[in-house]
């Protein structure tokens, strides 16, 4: 298979990476600053990097770099800045999903392409009635005006649900939603839901490594493809959801 990734040479995108390299498949990473990459992928023969901003691209651009591609994977996410939270792009994880699913449709796949997308807990999955606490709609709510990239992520999402939807010729997706991030070396058994587990307030855990390793099994594996696509599988470290 050929992958395209954006957000590759983040903390997720770069275990991602490393993770479809180590499955045999060629990746095409499209990265603002390819120094960010590891020495251990950056050279390695089935890894084409593209250097520049996602949404600088043009739609010709973004048509050619998805041609050929099996699957698309966004680790795309605001940095941990003040510009990174406030400044623009505003919009980046929904506009780079609209305009990658655009040139997905413009490129005339023969089959379906599947749009992996990175999400998070603090979204819900609209298809689905999740119960959902008090307190936890108030902290959402909270985020949603505060923060910028709590939109973005709910309206990458929402793009992928109802504008792409469940019966689309040109592209299969899934968003895939961590719990709170943390880094381990080694990837380990985790648990997957099709609704969080848990309160967000009392969150479980998720590896990045883990959350790679899965967004690579939705993409390699169809089995695992079949049991996930159109919804918005949250993840958790084995042991670390409990029941609401
Ligand atoms: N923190 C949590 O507990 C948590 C939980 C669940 C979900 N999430 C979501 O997961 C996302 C990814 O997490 P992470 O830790 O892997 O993120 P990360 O290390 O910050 O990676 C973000 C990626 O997005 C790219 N990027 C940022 N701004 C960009 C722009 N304007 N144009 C093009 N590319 C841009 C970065 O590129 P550069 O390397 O060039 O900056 C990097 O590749 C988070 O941002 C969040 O939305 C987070």
Redesign the pocket.
Known sequence: MTILV????????IRLVEELLNRGQNVKAI???PE?LPDTIKNHERLSVIAA???ELSDKELEQHVAGCDAVAS??????TFK?LFGK?RR??TD?TRRLCNAIKASNPKAAIKYVL?????NCNRDLNESIPFAQKFLIGLLRILLP?QAD?EQAAEYLRTVVGQNNTAIEWAAV?????IDEESASEIEVYPSPSRSILKDGEIS?INVGHFMADLITNDDIWNQWKGQMPVIYNKGTALKL
Do not use: E, Y
């Open positions: 954006v957000g590759a040479s983040g903390a997720t995108g990265v603002r600053s960010k901003s996602v949404l680790c795309l996410g605001h940095n941990l990174g792009p980046l994880v780079a990175m999400n998070t807990v603090a990239p992520n939603r961590p719990s709170s991030l990045r």
